[in-house]
């Protein structure tokens, strides 16, 4: 049976991003390995076994193009409403709080956020499913 590991992203600024991650998420940095042409820094919480691999590719100075295919990182807490709070304080810009019920029954709860390269991070309420 597989296991998912890890999801990379390709980041620009290796310091402002693993600052944003920080503060946003708690990761922190868990390996860094450095070659001639590009970092791998892999972070990584107590939460979880799943980590996000931040790929800086070296002398690169023009944003990624995330093209029509790149959706979302997904992460979840216990107390969305305090994490917003806390995510507004930061200073990081959480958009609006949104209570997702299609068919009239509530089925997730949740804020986007979006790091320094554009990639948009969903942060929903622990439970159900989100766990």
Sequence with gaps: MAK???SMIRVLNEQRSVAFYRKAFGFEVAERLDFDDFTLIYLSNAES????????NKGRGAPYD???GYGHLA????????EHARFEAQG?????????APGGE????FFFVTD????????LQRGGRYR
């Design 4 to 6: 998912m590991i890890h």
């Design 49 to 56: 076994g799943f980590e996000l691999e931040l790929t800086v």
């Design 66 to 68: 995330h093209g029509d």
């Design 75 to 82: 992460v979840s807490v216990d107390d969305l409403d305090a």
């Design 92 to 100: 990081l810009a959480p958009r609006k709080l949104v209570e997702f």
């Design 106 to 109: 509530v089925i997730a709860r």
């Design 116 to 123: 320094p390269d554009g990639y948009q991070i969903e942060v």
